[in-house]
């Protein structure tokens, strides 16, 4: 499956349910793979995140926390720290902000997806899984109205079905409506 126009980075949203979604789909991510690709998964503020030792092992790229300022390198999977929104600002490189939580979440999906709308506009990808709020569904919207591509997991395959409910409410028709599976394989098409 391909998306039939070159993507310079992906951005994925989730919350309840989403290490189990990226499971999924970042193993699938092809060793040739040249766009970035963002994540924003909702966790606890008090406790360490342990994403990048629980997929390096199994991602084909590298898979790193964001820093504040670092330059997006092509082919690298970056998650969002706890507590704070990642953002993508001009160059482009990756902003770390402690302004207060958007839809109750810190990080937010939405500060993510707008601020890569900004700065990709048509070669972005913004993707909604599972999860039990309506974060990421205005950001879609965003990506939408900068010519980005959007997708969003099949409701009713998803553990909380809220979060891709929510984003299909509010963006009508997206261009893939997918299970986890198809997800990656289009991810795998990039």
């Avoid at 939580?101 to 939405?110: G, K, L, M, T």
């Avoid at 993510?112 to 990709?120: G, K, N, P, R």
């Avoid at 028709?173 to 098409?189: E, I, K």
Wanted: overall charge negative.
């Amino acid at each position: 499956m391909t998306l039939g126009r070159p993507v310079d980075a992906v951005v994925i949203g989730t919350s309840a349910g989403g290490v189990e979604a990226l499971m999924a789909l970042l193993p699938a991510l092809a060793p040739t793979l040249q766009a970035a690709v963002l994540v924003v998964i909702h966790l606890p503020r008090e406790r360490p995140s342990l994403l990048v030792e629980i997929f390096s092992p199994r991602c084909l790229r590298p898979v790193r926390e964001a820093q504040d300022k670092e330059p997006v390198e092509p082919g690298t999977v970056y998650f969002a720290p706890p507590d704070y929104h990642l953002l993508v600002d001009e160059g482009p490189q990756l902003a770390l902000s402690a302004d207060g939580p958007v839809n109750f979440s810190r990080p937010s999906i939405d500060v993510l997806f707008e601020s890569a709308a900004d700065v990709y506009g048509p070669r972005l990808l913004g993707m909604v899984l599972t999860g039990g709020n309506q974060d990421g569904a205005a950001g879609l919207q965003a990506i939408r109205r900068r010519g980005g591509l959007t997708a969003v997991q099949r409701p009713h395959t998803a553990q909380v079905s809220l979060m891709p409910a929510s984003a299909l409410r509010a963006l009508g028709t997206p261009d893939h409506l997918l299970p986890l599976d198809g997800l990656a394989a289009l991810l795998r098409g990039l």
